[in-house]
């Protein structure tokens, strides 16, 4: 899994509407092979957006699809960099790193073992087909259970 933080310098008079901006967005990203993300206007030294994310893949990738949102697009039009914003703007500003901030250290609970987002959401698939066998399970002879609980495991 990979790890980024932008740190960008919000356009004055736009915070206010970036906020409002990205109380609003629901799923824009969804997407993405993102674990993790947030955005949030700080106020260090001026008001700062901080774009944090952990996902699957390279940097660059990621980054770059993350800019061809037209959402990412938006949000960083209140900013200061790149200007103009605009699609190929934005994903040379996010890949070259100008404004990226390396973690000087990282505490991750949840990283032992990795797993990708694709991994998760297979397992959510899991999850409601046990659960939906499991609401089943009264109504089956041990047979027929045994069955379906063995072809259940060998489609993981």
């Known amino acids: 899994m990979t790890l980024v933080a932008i740190l ?10 970036l906020r409002g901006y990205l109380r609003g967005l629901r799923a824009a990203f969804a997407g993405l092979q993102t674990h993790f993300a947030r955005m949030v206007v700080l106020d260090a030294d001026g008001p700062r957006l901080l774009f944090s994310a952990k996902f699957d893949g390279p940097a660059s990738d990621y980054l770059a ?48 073992p990795p797993v990708t987002v694709a991994g998760v959401n297979a397992a959510l698939r899991m999850r409601t087909r046990v659960s939906a066998l ?18 259940l495991l060998g489609d993981r």
């Open 65 to 112: 699809a993350f800019a061809r949102v037209d959402a990412a697009v938006e949000i960083w039009r209140h900013c200061q960099r790149p200007d103009p914003c605009n699609t190929d703007t934005l994903v040379r500003y996010l890949v070259e790193g100008a404004d990226s901030a390396p973690a000087e250290y990282e505490i991750d609970m949840l990283a032992s």
């Open 134 to 151: 499991a609401a089943r399970a009264a109504t089956l002879d041990a047979t027929a259970l045994a069955h379906e609980l063995r072809q």
């Open 8 to 17: 960008t310098p919000v356009k004055e008079g736009e915070v206010d509407a």
